[in-house]
């Protein structure tokens, strides 16, 4: 076949050409021959093999498309050694220096291949014979996931290159590095003699009595891999046998001291862990109920629930409830908050059958867990068994809406189908509303910023819509992870005061330990070399707890990261031959098809899994059974999500791991320089801003579909309610409020909740179009801001750990079609983000200064003019791509640095995108609402001028960007850019003193760094920003404290022009 000829014949040739022009080789085989003329022949022998196998190796690993499979290889080292290659030969190679020898049944599509598209249906043919044919051996089995279940496996031989005990190339296949003849020729030689050792090593260490070449070859039956389709049959057939790599059950798994104790011996190790601190377990605290439950109730939560006592948190708020009181618990993951609602409600139906409830949840998944719950705990209680449960969401389908309406009791469901589809339709509700007794809201903390601003809207209308039917005794309970204030969230979200806060947790908890990772040098000696990568330490130590039978839940801040994760687990996994493990790990993240995620759900759900990739949307406690650790893959977006992450591990009695590793961005190495604060330091409040006229006009023309408003609605929407009706709404000659007519007939449809764009992309997987059967199959649905950095053509996407290449994309259709490619590089898009401002609308002073902060029309421009190829972090090629720029208009706000300040920066050497970077993340970091706005990220590859792509580097040096901070809203719709600039001035001054007050170096997340900045906060200036602050407030600057600063590297940045303001635009004091 092709391939193998090719490969053959290559290293026929190589070795012929070793052999005539080398003389070193010549002598190098003369000394081989002294060395081993004491060993037994059939040492002797084995080496030759082993010498052959070397020499093609070495060629083939240095030949990018060459795949390594073991057929390609054999082809090669018969050709060198003119007689067969017997597998066992092989093995017994692989049991003599099994550090150095990767030989096992890999997934076809993890071979390292350089076409885009593979073709191995030939690969058959050449197959050994000991290879069982996959496909008519494959069993269906229920845990594949969808592209997973046609993978073959082929046989793969290679040598992996170790240093110091650590892998170089990170997990999965070996990656060679493009090396020199010479560099080669030592590759070669330094494998020869580690073979040559090993054998000394051997002959030296058998007892008296034994032979050397028995031992060898009795290890080496463990060593003949074995399909892994086969196996599955052969372990079906043939229980028993020696299996000592068993996976102990998650309920025998060693205790998390031994595990700690344990990694610390690990090749691997290298000190990784730089702080540790132990929490100790805590005993259950109960508590009383003013009126005890029902019989049927006792019993229902014996039965479905073995419980038979509450905790302290629980009888509080049921006790609460009872008194007809708003509730909010704010306690740890796990502590049975369901409860709290569960319980009321029962109570509600017995007293009367008729009763409805709402329970909402942030997410469809954990709105599904809670359903079942529910269902179960009914059923259980006599009486009670035919109250009907559903789910109400953006997938129920229309014919079963109104079925829904008129039999459910209880409905599942989020704000969003509130918003759009209930609130709107209430006519329809109305017997469900006047019934309404309990409305519980999970996971509270989930609403904040401009989402949670929008919620609290909506709960404004639906709570004026129940009082309309009559219905005013409606209580909210509400359930959130550990928050600040957390009363005082509850009353902002629902505009209700009579509000119960309980924060003391009952529940029990076991022992948990918190882990901070760093990252080691790649060479400890010099910090030069640095870091190893983030991935792969989560990988490898996933790995290390599933093997120990430690459930574990990696955290990704990106859905890349998942990504990265899940195919550095497939390939390590299948390498190692354990697909028994990767069949118990699954990738959960969003934007999978409805239909993947049910299933993942469903796994996850019924406690099978033993590892969980996920990005954060994970973080809502959907509950995924007991979770023995959770590794966070990069700090997490604040201490309150760290928290939160963290407390996804470990219930009751057991004990539990947390690990954060630490990525190598200053916010990371902030907390491993200072651990106590992830543990003391308070967490930020969660904001709403329920005073935002934009927000309240929006809902306003909703709420008077929905019902006509009048002033009186202000106990509802605030004393804005006159002002915005007046000028916003239509008045009838009765004085009524009605909906302006251009948002009719839907006014839901203008507002979108969660500020997000409404466009999708639709990612298409067409590997299978054209041949017998084959349909296209939809993968996912990514949001179009997403979609411009992981979409172009040639590019690499992953999809649950599986890697396809982007053939053509559609922004007319908004399609993007990708074929399956196995390919072991990815790639990262080259791009570049302009926001420019282009009209002023508003013009505000600074107080005490005669600069300016302007309001208007922002452009934001993004352009993918190509992608790297990588693989690890080795860069394999740049790719040019001609993309169309994507394009949005949206609103921001913009301060001009004053010429004299530029002049000042260089003239100190400072450099001014540093500044300007740092000070806009300064001011971000002191407006609450940030989280929803923008800034121009300053990127190091553009300011530090990486060498290597000197083309680029010299076209994107052209591009100067103007001397501006320049804040934006992050979403279309957003409306927070103009809240910001009201707010500009003071929030500039509290900026400056933050930053001027800071007692860090060179700057810190508290005063310059984001944890949002997508350029990891890489560009930055400490003294810059403080330059710039106080420039803009005119603030005395002492130049000759200004220390000089060696000031290398491009100039980014010119002086910013004055943008043209629209008529009439008068300047409006501070
Ligand atoms: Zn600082
Ligand atoms: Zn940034």
Known sequence: ?????????????????????????????????????????????????????????????????????????????????????????????????????KFAYIPENDLRIHAETVSLNTKRELSPDFTLHSQSLAAPSTSVLPGQEEEEHVLVLEFIEYSRGRLKSGPGLSVPPSMTPKQLNKLVDKRNQRFKDAVDELIKATPEGEVSMDLLQAAARDHIPV???????????????????????????????????????????????????????????????????????????????????????????????????????????????????????????????????????????????????????????????????????????????????????????????????????????????KNLKLVAVDELHYYSNLFGSHVAQVIRRFRRICAAVGNQRVIFVSCSATIAKPSQHMKSLFGVDDVEEIVEDGAPSGKKDYIVWDLPYKDPQAEKSGRTSSLHEATQLMIFLMMRGVRVIVFCKVRKACEFVMKGLRQELSADGRLDVLAKVMPYRGGYSQEDRRRIEHEAFSGRLLGIVAT???????????????????????????????????????????????????????????????????????????????????????????????????????????????????????????????????????????????????????????????????????????????????????????????????????????????????????????????????????????????????????????FLKLRGSEMLEFVDVDTLPYERQVTGFWFDVPKDLLGLLREKGLKPAEAIHSASHAWMNRFALSPDLRTECKAAEKELAERKDEKHTEEKSRRKRPARLILYDASRKGSVSAQAFDHSGEVLRQAHDSVEACPCDDGCYKCIHSATCSEGNVVASKAGALLVLKALLNLDIDTNSVAQQPGQGPDTIVEATYVRPLDGVQVEPA
């Open 227 to 433: 399909n892994p389709f086969a196996k599955k049959v052969l372990a079906a057939t043939n229980a028993g046998g020696s299996q000592n790599l068993i996976i102990p059950e998650p309920k025998d798994r060693p205790s998390i001291d031994d595990i700690i104790v344990e990694i610390q011996k690990q090749s691997w190790y290298e000190k990784q862990i730089v702080d540790r601190r132990t929490f100790k377990e805590k005993a259950a605290v109960e508590g009383l109920l003013d009126e005890p439950l029902s019989h049927t109730i006792q019993q229902a939560l014996r039965e479905s629930r073995n419980i038979t006592s509450l905790y302290y948190h629980q009888t509080a708020a049921i006790n609460a409830i009872a008194k007809k009181k708003h509730v909010i618990v704010s306690t740890s993951t796990a502590s049975g908050k369901s409860v709290i609602y569960q319980v009321p409600l029962l109570k509600f139906l017995e007293e009367n059958s008729n009763s409805t409830a709402i329970f909402i949840y942030p997410t469809k998944a954990l709105a599904q867990d809670q359903r079942t719950a529910l269902e179960q705990l009914l059923w259980a209680c006599p009486g009670l068994q035919h109250i009907k449960v559903v789910t109400y969401d953006g997938d129920t389908p229309q014919d079963q809406r109104r079925t829904i309406r008129e039999t459910a009791s209880v409905i599942f469901t989020n704000f969003d189908m509130l918003h759009a589809s209930i609130l709107p339709h209430e006519e329809l509700w109305r017997t469900f509303m």
């Open 1 to 101: 076949m092709k391939r193998s000829t090719t490969a053959g014949e290559s290293s026929k040739k190589l070795a012929k050409k070793q052999k005539v022009s080398s003389a070193t080789s010549a002598s190098r085989n003369q000394d081989d021959d002294e060395e081993t003329s004491g060993w037994p022949s059939y040492f002797r022998d084995l080496f030759k093999v082993f010498k052959a196998l070397n020499t093609v190796l070495a060629f083939v690993s240095s030949h990018k498309h060459l795949a390594t499979t073991f057929p390609v290889v054999r082809a090669s080292v018969e050709g060198l050694l003119k007689r067969p290659l017997e597998l066992s030969k092989v093995a017994e190679i692989k049991a003599l220096v099994p550090e150095i020898v």
């Open 616 to 866: 954060n949307a994970l973080e809502l406690g959907v509950d995924i059974g007991v979770l023995d650790a959770v590794i966070m893959l990069g700090f997490p977006f604040g201490i309150a999500n760290f928290r939160q992450q963290a407390g996804r591990a470990g219930r009751r009695s057991r004990d539990s791991l947390a690990v954060l590793i630490a990525d190598d961005l200053p916010i990371d190495q902030h907390y491993v320089d200072y651990p106590d604060e992830l543990y003391d330091q308070p967490m930020d409040d969660l904001i709403v801003d329920v005073d935002s006229k934009v927000i309240i006009e929006a809902h306003l023309q909703c709420a008077a579909h929905e019902m006509p408003l009048s002033k009186d609605d202000a106990v509802y929407f605030g004393a804005s309610l006159a002002e915005l009706c007046d000028s916003k709404l239509r008045k009838d000659q009765d004085g009524w409020y009605h909906t302006h007519p251009k948002f009719l007939p839907y006014p839901s449809r203008h507002v979108s909740i969660r500020g997000a764009d409404d466009d999708k992309y639709t990612v298409i997987d067409v590997t299978k179009l054209g041949l017998p059967h084959g349909v296209p199959r939809i993968m996912e649905e990514i949001e179009l801001a997403r979609a411009i950095f992981e979409l172009y053509e040639g590019g690499v996407f992953m999809h649950q750990g599986l890697t396809f290449i982007v053939k053509e994309v559609s922004h007319d259709t908004k399609v993007a079609r990708l074929v399956r490619a196995d390919v072991n590089w990815s790639t990262r898009p080259r791009d570049y983000t302009d926001v420019d401002a282009k009209q002023t609308h508003r013009i505000k002073e600074i107080a005490g200064s005669p600069h300016r902060a302007y309001f208007g029309r922002v452009d934001v421009t993004t352009v993918v003019f190509g």
